[in-house]
């Protein structure tokens, strides 16, 4: 770990977190997520497994991990319950003093957590962090978290497309959210503005939404140069459009919800 990392804030101290991974088939990525996880994580964590209703196999596997990781919890639901749900359903049972919302289809990298950790306790004002977000096929940058309302346009990604070494990418960023697929929330976030609204469910927009709520109580949201990981980005929206989810149109449903609640601040922020 470079000395410069430790230089932008505490130590992070041994409060666990808990990592939160809703899963719905696709096995093989959640392996690679976990075996990720086991070999790039130092800080103490617990993995909470949120299972919804996978029929490939996926209960096997995680019985099969569980018995060399004790510290993983798996929540079985009979039926697919969609993200922003079982979400929640790991929030509810987390207790750690950092949760950390995680796609199953992503793959983390050294130092991973304690970086996002580190950038959490640069300013006891921040209270959700995410990474640096990379295209697997490219290498290059997916995101690092976004403007929502930006010259009237909405859910605007920044970063993407970049090197991962872009000198502008080096430093921690204030960002209006952070993308669900990785996002470190502090405890005292949950606390303040409790879990995930689930008028969202199944999912689209509830990890935004939670953003703009943890600012409307005074938290900070930002982008951590420290953290890095791989996301596959699609493969959970396709599995459940083709579960029959009707995902496209949950989305468009959803962004509508959201333009109405935060309405008066898509005026102010995208004129300010």
């Not at 503005?193 to 938290?219: H, K, M, Q, T, W």
């Amino acid at each position: 770990m470079s000395a410069d990392l430790w230089a932008a804030g505490r130590d992070p101290g041994p409060q666990h977190a808990d990592l939160i991974i809703p899963v719905f088939n696709q096995v093989e990525y959640t392996r690679d997520c976990l075996n990720s996880i086991v070999a790039h994580t130092t800080h103490p964590y617990h993995l909470i497994i949120v299972d919804n209703g996978s029929d490939d196999g996926t209960d096997a596997a995680l019985d099969e991990f569980s018995r060399d990781c004790p510290h993983l919890e798996v929540i079985r639901n009979p039926e697919n319950l969609g993200f922003t749900k079982a979400i929640n359903q790991g929030m509810v049972a987390s207790t750690g003093r950092y949760v950390v919302l995680l796609n199953n289809d992503t793959k983390v990298t050294p130092a991973w957590l304690t970086g996002l950790i580190v950038s959490a306790e640069m300013d006891d004002r921040i209270g959700i962090v995410g990474p640096r977000t990379l295209d697997p096929a490219t290498g290059r940058v997916h995101n690092i978290g976004g403007l929502i309302f930006y010259q009237a346009h909405t859910s605007f990604p920044l970063g993407r497309g970049a090197s991962r070494h872009d000198l502008q990418l080096r430093q921690v960023l204030d960002v209006q959210y952070a993308e669900g697929s990785c996002m470190l929330i502090k405890r005292s976030v949950i606390e303040s503005i409790g879990v995930l609204d689930e008028v969202f469910s199944p999912g689209y927009y509830e990890d935004s939404d939670y953003c703009f709520r943890a600012r409307e109580a005074g938290f900070r949201i930002v982008y951590s140069p420290y953290s890095e990981i791989y996301h596959h980005a699609t493969v959970t929206a396709t599995a459940l459009e083709q579960s029959g989810k009707g995902i496209s149109r949950v989305a468009l449903r959803n962004e509508m919800i959201f333009r109405s609640r935060w309405a008066h601040r898509f005026w102010s922020e995208a004129r300010g």
